[in-house]
């Protein structure tokens, strides 16, 4: 079975700082693993993902993540916070189906809400 | 041109009714799916239809009916609502066949109020 656990579900920073959201996942099989983004009263965007190819992931609005294995980790990372990046972030995991043996599903982080304030 | 639309955005009802929710995908994708948002944000999946056919269907009363008329239409249908079904509906949709690296694409959901 495939978990994520995200540490902390809020997150706050000033603007400038850096952005680190924490993510660590389960999996018994190789993981594809995503984050996600919800803005308030929308639906979730795709930020970026990892798919077994570069293990440093850059994805939308200056947003990267790093996969390392050893640590069953998908942290996402922002140099710099910029108040648009005001959000609810979720990590998931999924896996092809050639190792899951069955249909894909995603499953969900609790989500972290990033505050950024001036 | 959207490309998955969810409808109503807003459904507000009395208990014991039954209402649907509709959504239609324009990305030619393959499978298409429910989650449920509850109050604190977490996301649960509830059915996922792959062409028109059931292939996930999570622990969910089965006052809740999925029904897929086409692979671009996955509609939900939802008996005898109770207070504890008030949340967040999203509907996604995904390649398969052996692109599940390419993840989901969401509509903006629909927020169900039981009153």
């Not at chain 1, 990267?64 to 069953?72: I, L, R």
């Not at chain 2, 509850?38 to 239809?49: E, H, Q, V």
Request: one cysteine or more.
């Amino acid at each position: 079975a495939q978990s994520v656990t995200q540490l902390g579900s809020h997150v706050s920073v000033s603007e400038g700082a850096l952005v680190l959201l924490r993510c660590n996942y389960s999996s018994s099989v190789p993981p594809y693993l995503f984050w996600y983004v919800q803005y308030p009263n929308q639906g979730l965007q795709l930020l970026l993902k990892y798919t077994s190819a570069a293990t440093l992931v850059k994805g939308i609005n200056g947003f990267e993540a790093e996969f390392k294995k050893s640590e069953t980790s998908f942290h996402l990372t922002k140099p710099s916070a910029h108040m648009s990046d005001a959000a609810e972030y979720f990590c998931a995991v999924s896996s092809p189906r050639l190792f899951s043996g069955g249909y894909n599903k995603l499953i969900f982080g609790a989500g972290t809400r990033l505050a950024v304030h001036p | 041109d959207t490309a998955v639309s969810q409808t109503p955005k807003y459904l507000v009802t009395q208990m014991g009714n039954d209402k649907s929710i509709k959504c239609e995908q324009n990305l030619g994708h393959d499978t298409m799916y429910w989650y449920k948002q509850d109050s604190k944000k977490f996301l649960k999946i509830m059915f996922s239809y792959n062409n028109k056919e059931l292939i996930i269907n999570e622990t969910v009363p089965n006052r809740f009916s999925p029904k897929s008329p086409d692979k671009a239409h996955l509609n939900l249908h939802i008996n005898s609502l109770e207070l504890g079904d008030s949340a967040v509906y999203f509907c996604a949709s995904s390649q398969v066949a052996g692109r599940e690296d390419y993840g989901y694409t969401f509509g903006s959901g629909t927020r169900l109020t039981v009153v």
